[in-house]
């Protein structure tokens, strides 16, 4: 039974991993994505018929650490978008084309599509109609 022991420990210490490494080969974090963006969300008007007297835009920033997302969304009065700020702190990876956010490591979030990428700009997209653009 020692000799077993002696012979599948090997194995199993090669099968564990930390959940900080393993969250880092599964779920990449590019180092150009990090620091802080400005951040504008935008939606056409044409999304929206009959409603007039809105703003179809909301600035905000994303900051982007080695471990988390910070997502500040400055609402105003008149926004489509809403007129709180609000900031959330979330997990974050890319994978492919997609900028994936995680309320906490087994609750996923939202998901963006990149459609372009930059040293100096991202374009994301959310759903249908919802766009994002970071700059630095």
């Known amino acids: 039974m020692k000799k077993f022991f002696l012979l599948i420990l090997p ?4 099968c564990t991993n930390t959940g900080e490494n393993s969250e880092t080969v599964t779920r990449p974090r590019p180092n150009d994505w990090h620091g802080k963006w400005t951040a504008r969300w935008e939606t056409p008007a044409e999304s929206y018929p009959g409603i007039e007297n809105v703003e179809f835009f909301m600035n905000g920033s994303f900051l982007f650490t080695s471990d988390s997302l910070t997502v500040t ?10 007129a709180d700020t609000l900031a959330h702190t979330q997990i974050w990876y890319v994978q492919n084309d997609t900028l994936f ?4 490591p087994e609750v996923q979030g939202m998901t963006y599509v990149v459609k372009s990428k ?10 249908d109609d919802m766009f994002v653009t ?3």
């Not at 194995?11 to 090669?14: N, R």
């Not at 969304?73 to 809403?82: H, L, Q």
């Not at 930059?118 to 759903?127: K, P, V």
Request: glycine share 10%; proline share 0%; charged share 10%.
């Open 11 to 14: 194995v199993l210490v090669s």
């Open 73 to 82: 969304a400055n609402g105003f009065e008149g926004s489509i978008f809403g």
């Open 101 to 104: 956010l995680l309320s906490d």
């Open 118 to 127: 930059s040293a100096n700009q991202i374009q994301l997209q959310l759903l």
């Open 134 to 136: 970071l700059s630095k």
